[in-house]
């Protein structure tokens, strides 16, 4: 199959495009990828094939797109997989237009895709199919205390959509939820309150693929011991295990779903009952894909086999791979207090078993660049006074 199957990665700048080159090119795929600046995992890394300098679809949605379809028209491409929620959005959008060129997109149908992007509506599907979730209600700036009064406090704010844990507010009192909304520059609109879960500190990731037949790959299971922001958001330290609660209702959704394609379920695990709760799905390839490659399933490579050839490849998931992202755990080591306390400890770096998320001594550009792209966002003030919100 050298070289047979043509890939088209979007979002070079995602650290998730190092891992997701490498799983397609150990497969022999053709593998190009855009990215919007040379300083990125993307341009980085030795594994594509070919790299594009693309228009920023941050700065301007509609040029991406028209710059994309032109590249399409002329560069034969099999399958277009986004790697981040900017592209998968518009992706999803244009689905039509896009398949007209003949070209396969590798995300989960369209209604399935909104329905788990869309934060409120995937909880109101949980309620209503008996999913294990968080108590979550709408709320604006004209129901925020009835609607507090229904989920109790703390609680989140929370956004009907956001990525690695942007927009979410942490909420002890009554007082504090009215300080937000009666003030006029705070967000008001697409929000939910969600009752907090009392948990030990960790949060789970289940990823799997469910094929058109209802037929599911491995399930992989991260343990995601450190994060950052440290209130919740990207793994810095990750580790797979074997969780089959979360297995079981991670399938149980997909299926009450009618999902076919990739998922990345959030789970968070209430301390007081020991039981899990969905707290997302996330329907594109995650920041911790490389979790499951290093412990033996290449999820790359099934969205392609089965969006191409209807064919769920046959592999064995081995636990207790352990990755660190390490652009992000330098943050978490300055921003927590527990640095010097957390385990495994922070200074281990080498081990059996622990691999790197953002490079490799074989592709060892990819952390440097990640490294150079932090700095230039946390310089960004927009961009650090969001994250920071959450340390």
């Given at each position: 199959?050298?070289?047979?199957?043509?890939?088209?990665?979007?979002?070079?700048?995602?650290?998730?495009?190092?891992?997701?080159?490498?799983?397609?090119?150990?497969?022999?795929?053709?593998?190009?990828?855009?990215?919007?600046?040379?300083?990125?995992?993307?341009?980085?890394?030795?594994?594509?094939?070919?790299?594009?300098?693309?228009?920023?679809?941050?700065?301007?949605?509609?040029?991406?797109?028209?710059?994309?379809?032109n590249?399409?028209?002329?560069?034969?491409?099999?399958?277009?997989?986004?790697?981040?929620?900017?592209?998968?959005?518009?992706?999803?959008?244009n689905?039509?237009?896009?398949?007209?060129?003949?070209?396969k997109?590798?995300?989960p149908?369209?209604?399935?895709?909104?329905?788990?992007?869309?934060?409120?509506?995937?909880?109101?599907?949980?309620?209503?199919?008996?999913?294990?979730?968080?108590?979550t209600?709408?709320?604006?700036?004209?129901?925020?205390?009835?609607?507090?009064?229904?989920?109790?406090?703390?609680?989140?704010?929370?956004p009907?959509?956001?990525?690695?844990?942007?927009?979410?507010?942490?909420?002890?009192?009554?007082?504090?939820?009215?300080e937000?909304?009666?003030?006029?520059?705070?967000?008001?609109?697409?929000?939910?309150?969600?009752?907090?879960?009392?948990?030990?500190?960790?949060?789970?990731?289940?990823?799997?693929?469910?094929?058109?037949?209802?037929?599911?790959?491995?399930?992989?299971?991260?343990?995601?011991?450190?994060?950052?922001?440290?209130?919740?958001?990207?793994?810095?330290y990750?580790?797979?295990?074997?969780?089959?609660?979360?297995?079981?209702?991670?399938?149980?959704?997909?299926?009450?779903?009618?999902w076919?394609?990739f998922?990345?379920?959030?789970?968070?695990?209430?301390?007081?009952?020991?039981?899990?709760?969905?707290?997302?799905?996330?329907?594109?390839?995650?920041?911790?894909?490389?979790?499951?490659?290093?412990s033996?399933?290449?999820?790359?490579?099934?969205?392609?086999?089965?969006?191409?050839?209807?064919?769920?490849p046959?592999?064995?998931?081995?636990?207790?791979k352990?990755?660190?992202?390490?652009?992000?755990?330098?943050?978490?080591?300055?921003f927590?207090?527990?640095?010097?306390?957390?385990?495994?400890?922070?200074?281990?770096?080498?081990?059996?078993?622990?691999?790197?998320?953002?490079?490799?001594?074989?592709?060892?550009?990819?952390?440097?660049?990640?490294?150079?792209?932090?700095?230039?966002?946390?310089?960004?003030?927009?961009?650090?006074?969001?994250?920071?919100?959450?340390?």
């Amino acid at each position: 199959m050298k070289n047979s199957v043509r890939i088209l990665l979007l979002d070079g700048q995602t650290v998730q495009a190092f891992s997701v080159a490498k799983a397609l090119k150990k497969c022999n795929m053709h593998v190009t990828i855009f990215c919007d600046n040379i300083i990125s995992y993307g341009y980085a890394s030795r594994y594509p094939d070919k790299k594009v300098k693309c228009p920023s679809i941050k700065k301007s949605s509609a040029i991406y797109n028209s710059f994309l379809l032109n590249f399409l028209k002329i560069n034969p491409i099999d399958l277009i997989m986004p790697l981040f929620d900017d592209s998968a959005d518009l992706i999803n959008k244009n689905r039509i237009e896009i398949e007209k060129l003949g070209v396969k997109i590798g995300l989960p149908p369209k209604n399935q895709y909104e329905l788990a992007r869309n934060k409120s509506l995937l909880m109101e599907f949980c309620r209503n199919n008996n999913i294990p979730h968080p108590i979550t209600v709408p709320v604006d700036k004209n129901n925020y205390k009835s609607a507090a009064s229904s989920v109790g406090f703390p609680l989140l704010i929370k956004p009907d959509k956001y990525s690695g844990a942007i927009g979410i507010i942490h909420i002890n009192t009554i007082t504090e939820l009215s300080e937000y909304f009666l003030n006029p520059n705070n967000n008001h609109q697409g929000l939910s309150l969600q009752s907090y879960v009392n948990h030990s500190g960790y949060y789970y990731n289940a990823m799997l693929y469910r094929s058109r037949e209802g037929l599911f790959s491995e399930v992989v299971i991260i343990k995601v011991i450190r994060y950052f922001p440290i209130k919740g958001g990207t793994g810095s330290y990750n580790e797979t295990v074997n969780f089959p609660k979360i297995e079981k209702i991670s399938k149980d959704t997909l299926n009450k779903l009618n999902w076919v394609g990739f998922a990345d379920i959030d789970f968070i695990v209430d301390e007081d009952t020991a039981e899990p709760r969905l707290i997302e799905i996330n329907p594109r390839i995650p920041a911790c894909i490389h979790s499951a490659y290093i412990s033996g399933v290449n999820f790359p490579q099934i969205i392609v086999f089965d969006t191409l050839y209807n064919k769920i490849p046959n592999q064995i998931y081995i636990p207790k791979k352990k990755t660190r992202y390490m652009a992000m755990d330098v943050l978490w080591f300055i921003f927590s207090k527990e640095r010097m306390k957390t385990k495994p400890s922070w200074f281990k770096l080498f081990g059996r078993n622990l691999y790197y998320q953002d490079g490799s001594w074989s592709d060892p550009l990819t952390m440097v660049a990640g490294i150079l792209m932090g700095l230039v966002k946390y310089l960004n003030p927009s961009y650090s006074s969001k994250k920071l919100k959450n340390i």
